[in-house]
């Protein structure tokens, strides 16, 4: 059991988990992270429970994985309606603040903290309601343009929305939290970077651009089918038709490093705040991510798919009771954080880790009690006809699908996911074994006709699809106080 202490959880928004120097990136530079890591625990195969935000967030709130849930979109996110890792403490006397992105329903709800600061959430609390229109006649993204168009160098709405994040954190851990010593707290710092807009800090953007840079992997095959639901993907959200050039190419990349130093450096910030204000040492730590970033892989952006790049998140945790410099490589999900947020509040009973929650806290995956552990992952929105899931146990990694075929990978001889051996008959014993630790989980076909009979119920709510469709693409949430505009 984890001794109580303080708490603070960084989330970042859409950081592939191999794009740290910590988890071995040669090129991107994240000091303040790499310290993080280098004075805990870092999760070598952590997972996100859904590649999208919305889903991801609500499920990281509950502790419960999406199909449980039912937020299976950008258009379905939480409420408040169910019991959250932030209401169950409020609810027992702690403080549990939160300070920006959320991706809620909305701020007129009970989101379960003590204080909601600068909270961004999905617009006009009705989201993204093209991604309900899963069917054969998916609508192509009109903001899709986005993605290239606004990657470089400057400031975006974005920037400086985290810009004020951390200055929010900062105050309150100078302010609010020395108010609190009779419970630990939890304080919830979520900033938007690396996800698009890729418009980087200048200083930021050109430590990249001014250097040569590795083109994406297997970009060659951007124009070619490469499978049935990774083509009905960039087929919807038609990114890479606006990158017309290796340098259109090089600016994104650019922009999206550029963009992880950023967020590392308010990330800094707010360590220096904690240290400074003498909380370091009754304060655990925690980063991760909601998800991560196709990088033009595949001539893929954005993220919705199983691959590595989209569905695998930097996890670190440090603190009291933390050996430094650990690496977990047992495979696990950020709602694995879950049960350690309770642990540090010192909560944990049947009311706050009840029997649904089927996730094993951190600190026993850091002292090896899990070693068979399965990572699982589910996609029900946007840019899919077909739900997608993925298993990983040990190096192996199945990606089933509702409506098509198959992927395997073994990871361990394959990191990068280059050849899928679903056909190869020496990998189909640990095929089996996947495909049995998946149905122990769901029925992946139940669920995905639940997911879009549910679609199909909010589609008729919002006018038909029609309507949907002349309300446009928005291309991504806006913060607080910015107004919204359509393509």
């Keep these: 059991m984890t001794e109580p202490s303080n708490l603070i959880i960084i989330m970042s928004d859409q950081h592939t988990q191999t794009v740290s120097g910590c988890y071995g990136h040669d090129i991107v530079r994240t000091p303040h992270l790499d310290r993080l890591a280098a004075g805990g625990a870092r999760f070598e195969n952590a997972y996100t429970p859904c590649p999208v935000c919305v889903p991801a967030r609500g499920a990281f709130a509950t502790g419960k994985q999406v199909h449980k849930l039912g937020y299976w979109d ?4 939480f409420d408040g309606s169910d019991p959250s890792w932030h209401s169950l403490l409020r609810d027992r006397g702690h403080q549990t603040v939160s300070i920006g992105k959320l991706h809620f329903h909305s701020d007129q709800d009970d989101n379960g903290f003590s204080d909601e600061q600068i909270g961004m959430h999905i617009v006009g609390g009705k989201g993204d309601l093209l991604g309900l229109i899963r069917d054969e006649d998916m609508p192509k993204r009109g903001a899709s343009w986005k993605m290239a168009g606004m990657a470089g160098p400057g400031e975006s709405m974005y920037t400086r929305y985290d810009r004020d994040i951390a200055s929010a954190a900062i105050s309150w851990l100078y302010e609010e939290a020395p108010k609190y010593t009779d419970k630990p707290w939890v304080l919830f710092v979520s900033f938007v970077a690396p996800h698009f807009p890729l418009t980087a800090p200048a200083e930021h953007f050109y430590h990249y651009y001014n250097q040569d840079l590795p083109g994406p992997k297997l970009y060659e095959l951007r124009d070619k089918p490469i499978h049935p639901y990774i083509d009905d993907y960039r087929n919807t959200f038609a990114y890479d038709e606006f990158f017309k050039t290796p340098e259109d190419v090089k600016r994104a990349q650019a922009g999206y490093l550029g963009l992880i130093s950023f967020m590392d450096e308010q990330v800094g910030n707010v360590l220096a705040a904690l240290e400074k204000s003498g909380l370091s040492p009754t304060t655990r730590i925690a980063y991760t991510s909601d998800h991560g970033d196709n990088m033009g892989n595949r001539g893929m952006w954005g993220k919705s798919v199983m691959y590595e790049e989209a569905v695998a998140v930097p996890m670190i945790v440090s603190g009291s009771g933390i050996t430094p410099g650990s690496v977990i490589k047992t495979p696990c999900t950020i709602l694995d954080l879950y049960p350690f947020i309770i642990d540090c509040a010192g909560e944990r009973d049947a009311e706050t880790v009840g029997s649904e929650h089927s996730q094993i806290s951190v600190s026993d995956l850091i002292n090896a009690e899990a070693p068979d552990k399965v990572a699982f ?39 990068e996911e280059i050849d899928d051996r679903i056909d190869d008959p020496a990998a189909q014993t640990a095929i089996e074994e996947m495909k049995a630790e998946l149905f122990a989980i769901c029925d992946p076909h139940e669920t995905d006709r639940r997911a879009k009979a549910d679609q199909i119920v909010k589609i008729a709510e919002n006018g038909g699809k029609k309507a949907i469709i002349e309300r446009g693409d928005l291309g991504f949430s806006v913060p607080p106080g910015v107004e919204p505009m359509f393509d």
Excluded: C, I, W
């Design 74 to 77: 950008n258009a379905t996110a």
């Design 377 to 415: 992952s589910e996609y029900h929105g946007m840019g899919s006809k077909t739900s997608a899931y993925m298993v990983r146990k040990g190096p192996h990694k199945l990606v089933y699908y509702a409506d098509y075929p198959a992927q395997y990978f073994n990871l361990d001889e394959d990191p």
